[in-house]
């Protein structure tokens, strides 16, 4: 099946301590991005990924970094988590490698709260 | 950069009636305006989108409108359905030029029975 996927699902931590959410996709997609989903707020960008080895930032990319060494996965890494970063995260994947302008595929979502 | 505005924040309809949720852009270089659904606990999934070379499309009950002088673009729901409840996300996208995409902070649909 077709998908994004993200891990974990949930998760709570403490202030500082460095964590990982993993996002993996199975359609050879070129285009991946990573997203927070806050109340009022809706759907911000955070960094997104044209290619392997290629990153950018997108609105809000402040205490988040990414990597993509494989095609099918873009973790978004928090070196030194804070309060301000609990929120819903979303990755995205489309088969599109230049420019936003195909369907994005969403994952299920990571729930985070930060301590 | 650009800025995406979405309105209003939250409608109720009445289950049969039509929905209309407007959104507004600031670049004039954006060309393409997808439309997310979301339902509760899942991630957006694309409903429709439209690019700047074309005015208006429709996929059964839904339509988009664009209006590239006025910056702004519409989500037309006809004969809305209980399951059309969720929340809408417009978003724009220069494309080509640039990777980013700005969405608007999203509509509350609630289907009134």
């Known amino acids: 099946e077709a998908q994004v996927t993200q891990n974990p699902r949930y998760l709570i931590t403490v202030t500082g301590k460095k964590l990982t959410v993993t996002c993996s996709q199975n359609?050879?997609?070129?285009?991946m991005s990573w997203y927070r989903q806050d109340p009022g707020l809706g759907l911000r960008q955070i960094y997104y990924s044209m290619n392997v080895e290629v990153t950018d930032k997108g609105d809000v990319p402040e205490g988040y970094k990414v990597s993509r060494k494989e095609k099918r996965n873009f973790p978004l890494i928090l070196e030194s988590p804070s309060p301000n970063q609990t929120s819903l995260y979303f990755c995205?994947?489309?088969?599109?490698?230049?420019?936003?302008?195909?369907?994005?595929?969403f994952g299920p979502g990571t729930r985070l709260t930060v301590l | 950069g650009e800025n995406v505005e979405q309105h209003p924040s939250t409608l109720s309809v009445q289950e049969g009636d039509s929905a209309v949720i407007k959104c507004t852009y600031s670049?004039?270089?954006?060309?393409?305006f997808p439309w997310y659904k979301q339902e509760l606990g899942k991630g957006p999934q694309l409903i429709i989108d439209i690019r700047s070379n074309v005015g208006e499309k429709k996929d059964q009950r839904i339509a988009v409108t664009l209006n590239k002088t006025a910056k702004h673009f519409s989500l037309h729901i006809t004969e809305t359905q209980p399951e059309d409840s969720a929340v809408y996300f417009c978003a724009g996208s220069l494309g080509g030029r640039d990777d980013k995409i700005i969405f608007g902070k999203g509509t509350r649909l609630h289907i009134l029975p």
């Open positions: 359609m050879n997609h070129e285009y």
């Open positions: 995205a994947s489309s088969l599109s490698g230049y420019g936003v302008t195909d369907t994005q595929y």
């Open positions: 670049d004039s270089a954006s060309n393409y």
